[in-house]
């Protein structure tokens, strides 16, 4: 028998010797009330079962009980500590703090036994938003008023007082005595911490290399009397290697990871190298999506006219605008003898930009290469 946390009330006490006995929910509910009614006897055999039962989602009894064992040790030592600190003076009379040390009883117990999920709900609720550590405070303020005013309605501020400066003292000493393994227990877990991150690190790393890299190698192998398929394979390995390790600085939906992925289709289809600097990124909206598919064009005519081994496309984006520059060591043109029919640059390229408040510039010469320039305002 244990404990429920689906369809409760109040601690699944009931839900729990429902579903052992056979019985519905509530009539076991109706037995507890009447119980309560007939002398209080409900009261307390629904506070022993809650103590002692274990949780649904909590473990097995047995951990449950070494628990609850741990939580009655520690009371039991902090009502000794009480005691002792009562018959030398330091701290008020036991019928002064035992209301108080009731309260912090019953708090422990309640946080002991609660679910893991209902714990969880009452940490997100105390952090959930801003104001948390104003009621916190606010709480501790008043709290400490009460306590204050309930000793000096019964005269034994001065002495709480003198037990308080006592305590303190006490405490400092415990501190300081205790500094040395507590400071070494810190640094051993920095240290615990710090190798475990290294060490998934690594796993991580060798992974990656095992799932990418090797695979690739293994398939270069194959393809060695293919040198065109040995550099597709060594170029797409380069850049998917190389956008994992600056993954952070590009995510998906930016401007930087759009230009990537244009240059590795380019690289695919053409079987030319293409390769991306970025400095500076931003998101994708409608007219930076302009801005790659007409940066795009300007690779696939370079791809297919230009004659280089590899083209450049260099991204900036400042403040106030985004550029991106796609040049080529090819053989160039001359932009005037383009025919009028041919809309890759003035449609794709030119139109698309304008369209998008941007402007695009083609610089070419017959034998020195051809640049194109793209620009886009922000904001």
């Given at each position: 028998m244990v404990r429920r946390s689906r369809g409760?009330?109040?601690?699944?006490?009931?839900?729990?010797?429902a579903e052992y006995l056979g019985l519905t929910t509530t009539v076991v509910r109706i037995?507890?009330?009447?119980?309560?009614?007939?002398?209080?006897?409900?009261?307390?055999a629904y506070a022993v079962l809650w103590v002692f039962l274990a949780q649904e989602d909590g473990g097995t009894l047995r951990e449950d009980k070494r628990a609850m064992q741990k939580v009655f040790a520690?009371?039991?030592?902090?009502?000794?500590a009480m005691i002792v600190l009562?018959?030398?003076?330091?701290?008020?009379?036991?019928?002064?703090?035992a209301p108080l040390f009731a309260v912090v009883a019953g708090v422990v117990l309640v946080w002991q036994q609660a679910d893991v999920s209902q714990r969880e709900r009452w940490r997100q609720s105390a952090a959930s938003d801003r104001s948390a550590a104003l009621r916190i405070g606010a709480g501790a303020v008043l709290l400490g008023i009460g306590a204050v005013g309930f000793l000096a309605s019964r005269g034994e501020l001065a002495v709480a007082r003198d037990g308080l400066v006592s305590t303190v003292v006490v405490v400092a000493g415990l501190v300081l005595l205790s500094s040395p393994w507590w400071f070494a227990m810190a640094t051993d877990l920095r240290a615990e911490r710090r190798e475990r991150?290294?060490?998934?690190?690594?796993?991580?790393?060798?992974a990656h290399l095992?799932?990418?890299?090797?695979q690739t190698l293994a398939l270069i192998q194959k393809a060695a009397g293919s040198p065109a398929e040995v550099t597709r394979l060594a170029r797409g390995q380069e850049r998917e290697l190389r956008n994992w390790l600056y993954a952070s600085r590009s995510g998906e939906g930016t401007l930087a990871a759009a230009l990537e992925a244009a240059a590795a289709e380019v690289e695919q289809t053409h079987q030319?190298?293409?390769?991306?600097?970025?400095?500076?990124?931003?998101?994708?909206?409608?007219?930076?999506t302009a801005l790659v598919a007409a940066a795009r064009e300007a690779m696939v005519n370079a791809a297919r006219h230009s004659g280089a081994a590899t083209i450049d496309v260099y991204a900036e984006v400042e403040p106030g605008l985004a550029s991106v520059f796609v040049r080529d060591r090819g053989k160039g043109f001359d932009p005037s003898d383009v025919p009028d029919d041919r809309h890759g640059i003035s449609g794709s390229i030119e139109g698309r930009m304008a369209r998008h408040g941007g402007t695009a510039q083609v610089r070419s010469a017959l034998g020195d290469g051809t640049e194109v320039r793209l620009e886009l305002p922000r904001g």
């Amino acid at each position: 028998m244990v404990r429920r946390s689906r369809g409760r009330l109040l601690g699944g006490v009931a839900a729990g010797i429902a579903e052992y006995l056979g019985l519905t929910t509530t009539v076991v509910r109706i037995a507890f009330v009447a119980l309560s009614v007939a002398g209080g006897v409900g009261v307390a055999a629904y506070a022993v079962l809650w103590v002692f039962l274990a949780q649904e989602d909590g473990g097995t009894l047995r951990e449950d009980k070494r628990a609850m064992q741990k939580v009655f040790a520690l009371l039991a030592v902090a009502a000794f500590a009480m005691i002792v600190l009562a018959t030398y003076g330091f701290v008020p009379q036991l019928t002064s703090t035992a209301p108080l040390f009731a309260v912090v009883a019953g708090v422990v117990l309640v946080w002991q036994q609660a679910d893991v999920s209902q714990r969880e709900r009452w940490r997100q609720s105390a952090a959930s938003d801003r104001s948390a550590a104003l009621r916190i405070g606010a709480g501790a303020v008043l709290l400490g008023i009460g306590a204050v005013g309930f000793l000096a309605s019964r005269g034994e501020l001065a002495v709480a007082r003198d037990g308080l400066v006592s305590t303190v003292v006490v405490v400092a000493g415990l501190v300081l005595l205790s500094s040395p393994w507590w400071f070494a227990m810190a640094t051993d877990l920095r240290a615990e911490r710090r190798e475990r991150i290294r060490s998934q690190e690594r796993a991580e790393v060798a992974a990656h290399l095992h799932d990418s890299v090797l695979q690739t190698l293994a398939l270069i192998q194959k393809a060695a009397g293919s040198p065109a398929e040995v550099t597709r394979l060594a170029r797409g390995q380069e850049r998917e290697l190389r956008n994992w390790l600056y993954a952070s600085r590009s995510g998906e939906g930016t401007l930087a990871a759009a230009l990537e992925a244009a240059a590795a289709e380019v690289e695919q289809t053409h079987q030319v190298a293409v390769d991306v600097v970025a400095v500076g990124d931003l998101a994708l909206d409608e007219p930076s999506t302009a801005l790659v598919a007409a940066a795009r064009e300007a690779m696939v005519n370079a791809a297919r006219h230009s004659g280089a081994a590899t083209i450049d496309v260099y991204a900036e984006v400042e403040p106030g605008l985004a550029s991106v520059f796609v040049r080529d060591r090819g053989k160039g043109f001359d932009p005037s003898d383009v025919p009028d029919d041919r809309h890759g640059i003035s449609g794709s390229i030119e139109g698309r930009m304008a369209r998008h408040g941007g402007t695009a510039q083609v610089r070419s010469a017959l034998g020195d290469g051809t640049e194109v320039r793209l620009e886009l305002p922000r904001g």
